[in-house]
């Protein structure tokens, strides 16, 4: 693959991407999420929902094969291809209050809520505008009572995910901040952007390697 897109550890991106286009998303090194949401680039009042998805797809295990829905029962996304399969919609993304409810810290810590409000005012989106985030390879496990645990990723070096647009969309992508997340150690994603025809597209403002 060529013209790799790279978001350094601990950061965001927000692009815009037209329907039929391909998203894929790679792990490069292995056990690391990446949360993203999802906007319709026509209205922005219409985004991604967690609840709408898991209504639809009568699951809480997406994977490939199932569709990503708006808050207006709209199809957003296919996941057309997913070499992990792990995947979480429960989990709101990392906020600076995240760390100090449940990491007892005080003191400052990037996150990937503030990471996705920063990137996506290009496009007018504020920060209650974001929604619960689709957790790209992260691991949550709950028992038979319901409690949840976060594990480390079982996403190996080169697992990834695509996507199919099913609307013209403004995608925000994070390389997620939170350590247990990510099994302690804070990694890049990257990712690619495609025409259904496979031209790769050229997102502005990024470092491409080979």
């Known amino acids: 693959m060529s013209a790799i897109n790279t978001i ?15 998203l894929t998303v790679i792990d490069p090194f292995g056990k690391q999420v990446s949360d993203m949401v999802l906007f319709n680039k026509a209205d922005k009042k219409e985004k991604i929902s ?3 998805t898991m209504d639809f797809e009568e699951t809480i295990l997406l994977t490939k094969g199932n569709y990503l829905w708006s808050n207006r029962s709209q199809k957003m996304m296919e996941i057309i291809e997913d070499t992990n399969g792990r995947n979480d919609f429960l989990l709101a993304p990392c906020s600076p209050e995240t760390f100090q409810i449940m990491y007892n810290n005080p003191s ?3 996150s990937c809520l503030e990471n996705l409000n920063k990137n996506l005012l290009q496009f007018d989106i504020e920060i209650d505008d974001i929604p619960t985030a689709f957790n790209i390879f992260m691991n949550v496990q709950f028992d038979k ?9 079982t996403s190996k070096e080169g697992d990834l995910i695509r996507f199919k647009a099913e609307m013209d969309l403004i995608v925000g992508l994070t390389a997620c901040s939170a350590e247990d997340s990510n099994g302690g150690i804070f990694k890049p994603i990257h990712f690619i952007v495609t025409t259904s025809e496979g031209i790769i597209k050229d997102i502005p403002d990024f470092n491409k390697s080979s």
């Open 8 to 22: 350094p550890p601990q950061t965001g991106a927000a692009f815009e991407i037209g329907k039929g286009d391909i």
């Open 108 to 110: 400052y810590h990037p």
């Open 145 to 153: 009572e319901g409690k949840l645990k976060v594990l480390p990723p």
């Open 50 to 52: 967690s609840g709408k």
